[in-house]
């Protein structure tokens, strides 16, 4: 079964302090790995799709990585306008129709105190 | 450019009652789906839709109906509203493709008394 497992649930950094954020995946064949971020009352907000082992990408203060088991969102000396729930999905390969899916882990709530 | 547009943003049913959440994209996207997302469960795909005139259901679908007459609409459909519906709706599009990100709408959120 196809799984997506975050860790830790929540974190609490102080402003400047870095860290990372974990998620770890079970698939049958990964087509991609997602990264997004979602504010109270909003919606997921795209961050970043990785593809295979060993890629990188990185969006100001936020770098993703990816291994074959496990993905880290690093975020280097975070402001408190980081703070945010933090969601990590993958897509499957699967039979047509569905290769579209994402499965969702549970998130990573983040509080960066000033 | 809009993106995806979720209407009602909140809205209170009675049990039994029966309503259509609406969803509308204009990015020209394949690709639409609606999850739910409550607290502790992380977000959950009820349904999704590869194109128009095409639909399958997710992992949660029992309940809920959709259909897709048109590429910018996706519908969702609670046919007998039930406390256990209470939750947060959201719709998402994208190209269906490797990789592209998933545009979201900015919610629904529903209370079934």
């Known amino acids: 079964e196809d799984q997506v497992t975050q860790s830790p649930e929540a974190l609490r950094l102080q402003e400047g302090e870095s860290s990372s954020l974990n998620c770890s995946y079970t698939?049958?064949?990964?087509?991609?790995l997602f990264w997004y971020r979602q504010d109270p009352g909003k919606g997921p907000e795209f961050l970043f799709t990785?593809?295979?082992a060993g890629e990188e990408k990185e969006k100001e203060r936020l770098k993703a990585t990816l291994t074959k088991k496990e993905s880290f969102l690093h975020i280097t000396a975070p402001k408190p306008e980081d703070s945010a729930t933090y969601l990590c999905?993958?897509?499957?390969?699967?039979?047509?129709?569905?290769?579209?899916?994402?499965?969702f882990g549970k998130g990573t709530k983040l509080s960066v105190k000033p | 450019n809009a993106g995806v547009t979720q209407t009602p943003k909140f809205q209170v049913l009675k049990t039994g009652q029966s309503m259509t959440l609406q969803c509308a994209q204009d990015?020209?996207?394949?690709?639409m789906s609606w999850y739910r997302q409550d607290p502790g469960m992380g977000l959950r795909l009820i349904h999704y839709?590869?194109?128009?005139?095409?639909?399958d259901q997710g992992e949660v679908p029992n309940g809920y109906n959709v259909s897709r007459s048109t590429t910018e609409d996706f519908p969702l459909r609670l046919l007998s509203a039930a406390p256990s519906q209470t939750s947060v709706y959201f719709c998402?599009?994208?190209?269906?493709?490797?990789?592209?990100?998933?545009?979201f709408g900015s919610g629904t959120r529903l209370t079934v008394v």
């Open positions: 998402a599009s994208s190209y269906g493709r490797d990789g592209y990100g998933y545009t």
């Open positions: 698939v049958s064949g990964l087509r991609g």
């Open positions: 990785l593809y295979s």
């Open positions: 999905a993958v897509q499957a390969r699967g039979s047509l129709g569905s290769q579209g899916n994402l499965i």
């Open positions: 990015m020209n996207h394949e690709y």
């Open positions: 839709s590869v194109g128009a005139g095409i639909t």
